[in-house]
Every structure is written in C-alpha cells, then in structure tokens.
C-alpha cells in the first residue's frame, strides 16, 4: 500500500509518499520514499505571522513541483511518449475542482499529463484545522489527483496527523535517517517501524494554531479535556519574539535566547531581573483546577516587564525569554502530569510545532520519569515537530477513510471541547 500525502495547512507545502508494509493485516513500518517540505516562514516574517493569501498563492506555486519531485525521488515518475489527452468527463471534473485555480490546472495538465500513471493506492491530505485558503490548495490538489489517477483520496485530520508521528520508531540499523527535508533534496528509504499505543494514552498537542490536552480512551477515540481560551502556545512564543525584536518564526528563537540564560551567571543575573520586574512572570491558569489553559495574560506580562526596562539589553531580553519559556514549561507539563495521572493513562504523547523546544522536551522527560514512572512518553523527532507531509501519510494509514467531496474546515477538532473557548462563547451569544 502506497500513500501520497499532502499538507497545506498553514506556511509549509509537504509531499510524501510512504509505503506500508503489512504484518497480519496491520501495518508494522513504514518506508518513505519521500519526504519534502517548503517552507514560506521568511516570506511570512515581514507580517510577524502567516499572511493566509500569501500562504494559498505559495502553495499553490509549489505544490505541483513537489509532487513532481516526490514521484521522482520515490521512482515513481515514469514519462509517456506522448502527453495524456484528458477525456471530456475528465476534463469537465478537473475543471470543476480547480475553478478557483486555473494557472494551477495549467501546470497541472502540462506536467502530470505527461507521466504514467504511478504506482500509488490512495492520497491523502489535511481537510483541517488550519487556514481554509491554504487548505484548499492541497484538498483540490489531491481530489484532482484521485481523479486522474483513478484513486482514492483520504482525509486528515492535521492533529491528528502530529499524535501519529510520536508512532513511528527509527529503525537503528540499515539506511533509515530522520533528516526532514528543508529544501528541495530528499532523504533516501527511511524505514520506521510503527509501534501501536497502549491506551488510554494522552496526548498535548502544542502549535502555532493549537494549544489542546486530549484524552485517547481507545484507539480512533478522543475526549478534549482541555484546551487553550486565548492565544496558542506557538502563537504565544511568536508573539513575545516579536516584541523582543526577534524573527519569526518566534519559537526556535525564544530558545535560543533562553538558553543563553542558563548559564553559571544566570541565578545572580535572575535575581536582579525579578528585582526589576519586582515579580517573575505568572505561571497561567497553573492551579485552576481544569485542564484548560491560557497563554494571552503571559504575553501582557511579557509586555509590562519589557516597559520596565529603560534599555532593554541583550542579557535582559535573554532573561526574559528564559522566564517566559519556564513560564509556559511549567504550565504544560504540570496540567499534563495530572490529567495523566487522573485518567491513569499509560502513555502521553507530545506532538505539534512547539515540541521542537529543547526545554519543554527535557522537562516533560525528567518530570514524567519521576512522577509517572510507569508511564510512557512519546515525543516526536525534533525533525519531524512541525508541519509535515509524512505525518499526513501515517495518519492516511491508520485511518484509511476516503471520502467523495472534501471540503476544508478551518476549525475541525479531534473532539468536542469539554468547556467552550473564548471565542465559541462569543459565538453562541452572536
Ligand atoms: O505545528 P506547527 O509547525 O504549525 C502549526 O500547525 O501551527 O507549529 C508551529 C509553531 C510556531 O508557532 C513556532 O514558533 C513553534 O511551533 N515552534 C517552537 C519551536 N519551534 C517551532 N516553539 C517553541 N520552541 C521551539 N523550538
Ligand atoms: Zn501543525
């Protein structure tokens, strides 16, 4: 069984295509005969955040040739001596999926026209959450590929997609690597075995969009015990690095930062910081007694600190990223521990943008192995955190559901929220 696998949700194009190999019926590895990604992050730094009609336009710019490129890298892209012609009902379904994109069903004829058609059994792609502009470049993508290829297209729950990759064990021996691409090279035949989750497991899902505690009771099933009533921790760490001065993406550079701080000079550093901010930063929502959280406060207080400073130097800027990284540290790993240990869940898993963070992972090790030490915890592969086109292929493989028709959803949820956000409020009073 071979998946090609499509993610446009947010600021990354991804292309994969992966292969399952079956044991008693089940999948047990998986090989990835490709695995591309092109980030639009520079792009979006002038705005200090994804800009969505920059994001469609990119994808749709990049997505034909990262496909190209995929079917290369997996040999899988064979030339027909003469282009395809499409037949009229072809033709009259293509034109009805593309009709929002005509430049993009013109590069789509002139090149995957003139290939055979491939070795793949089904696509499968982000329906959501994410920015619908940007998602319908990869659904109408995929849907017209299921169509010319006579193939089924699956649809994939982008969170959905970050908890399957805490699935996939490197193989230690033969050629498998983790490299992610960030360009336009690939990895070579990356084989991970699939390992199955021992339930009820947990898993927090951190990202620039998502900030959610959710509780799997058996396998497919979800229960949302908690989720953030503001801002998302990614969106957070991108929202204090932009007033720190510093690039987006913010999470990446927030750490560095913060990491600059532990140092031996740190403590007597620190304590000067806390004297001038007379308090450190408030850990949010750290003992109200639910599993939701709240990440717009912290930023305030970013901003009250930073007004204290008359100049705000290099070392101060780094003490404040270290505060506010401990800040959402505690935060996390705390509600997490004990919805864990609630719900006695055998494993937690971590997935999402924001579990690229050095600290957040060590943390979350040290404090798991002391206070849950009959619990197991999955963190996917720093390479593998953020947006990618695997993740989608390996949930396309644990769920296998086609579907006719998909239509993008901006906010599509694993499960429905135990307490309403902010915003559902708000638009149940509308
Ligand atoms: O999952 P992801 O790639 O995209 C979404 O689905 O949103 O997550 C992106 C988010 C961004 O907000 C980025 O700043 C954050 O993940 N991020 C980090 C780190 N690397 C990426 N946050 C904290 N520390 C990091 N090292
Ligand atoms: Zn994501």
Redesign the pocket.
Known sequence: MRILAIET??D?TGVAIVEARLASGTTKSIKVLANLLISQAELHAQFGGVFPAIARREHAKNIVPLILHALKEAKLSKKLKRSRVLTKKENSVLTKIFYKEPELFEVFKDTLLTLKVPAIDAIAVTSGPGLEPALWVGINTAEALGALWNVPVIPVN?MEG?IATALLVQRVHGRATNQLIRSRKSVKSAVYDLRSTQFPALALLI???HTELVLMPSKGKYKMLGQTRDDAV??A??KVARMLGLAY????E??KLAEKAESAVYVKDANLLIRKLSTPLPRPMLKSGDFDFSFSGLKTSVLYAIKKFETLTDRDKELIAKDFEDSVTEVLVTKTITAGKKYNVKEIILG???T??KKIRKVFAEKVAQEMPDTKLFIPNVLLS??NGLMIGVAGLLRSKPKKHIIANGTLKLAKSVSPTLAELRRNKE
């Open positions: 949700s947010c990354e982008h970050h990202s620039g969009g990614g969106e760490f991108d993406p913010g999470g990446p927030i750490s999402g943008g924001v690229a963070n953020g947006d």
